[in-house]
């Protein structure tokens, strides 16, 4: 089993430097992942990226994807690698590039992976790595501030290396982002509504649920199981408030 590199994408959050977008463009070439998403970019100048992507990686370039909002620029995937140089009781385990590259192989099979970076200066937050389904932090000697594409070079890398050993794990088609994210809401209302988790702060109570479910990797049809249940709680609490039927959501 080879990995899918053409249902991989790198995903830049906020980079500072076009030259890095071109960089990051290049390096992707080189290990086979063609798909490039930047997401609200401090500067976009086509110049400066394609003067470091080189000839070779100009179609890599002309069709990578800008977005301005990182939950839509996410929301097609259906696994999301986090780079972090940090850890911490706030972030979850946090794994070596080449044991998550090894389970990507199984997982590109049938599903859109996204390796997710942020930016230069200070990398993914809390609230941003959320979305990620895998953490992972490159080893370093002491120093660990990576340039940006190097960042992505050593990711790639090993993801390529991966696929070139046999593998024989199978890993179901998963839910999208956009329906993880809309499960999420739904179910921090409905725990709100019967004080499972504080509403004062939902966010950080939520944190648990997320890292058991990333664990757990749900299918499309799982999430609506889920929802169906938070619905079905809906419904009785608002019965039992007699307050109506609750409200629907998409």
Known sequence: MKVVLDNIAIVLHKPHFPENIGAAARVGLN????????VDPYKCDLTRVLKMA?????????????????????????????TTART???RQTVRSPRAVAEELVSISQDNE??????????GLSNAELKYCHALVTIPTAGFSSLNLAQAVMVLAYEV??????????????????????????????????????????????MKSVRRFF???GLRAREVKIVRG??????????????????TERK
């Open 31 to 38: 290990m086979g992942i063609k798909r490039l998403v930047v």
């Open 54 to 82: 080189t000839h070779e990686a100009e179609e890599v370039v002309a069709q990578m994807e800008v977005v301005d909002d990182l939950e839509d620029g996410l929301a097609p995937f259906r696994y999301i690698v986090g």
């Open 88 to 90: 911490g009781s706030q």
């Open 113 to 122: 992976v996204a390796l997710l970076f942020g930016p230069e200066d200070r």
């Open 160 to 205: 390529l290396v991966a696929g070139a050993e046999p593998h024989e794990s199978f890993t179901p088609r998963l839910a999208s982002s956009k329906e993880l994210e809309n499960m999420y809401r739904h179910l921090t209302d409905t725990l709100a509504k019967i004080h499972f988790i504080n509403p004062e702060n939902p966010d950080y109570w």
């Open 214 to 216: 990333s664990r757990v």
């Open 229 to 246: 249940i938070c619905r079905q709680i809906d419904w009785y609490c608002d019965r039992r408030l007699g307050s109506g039927s609750s």
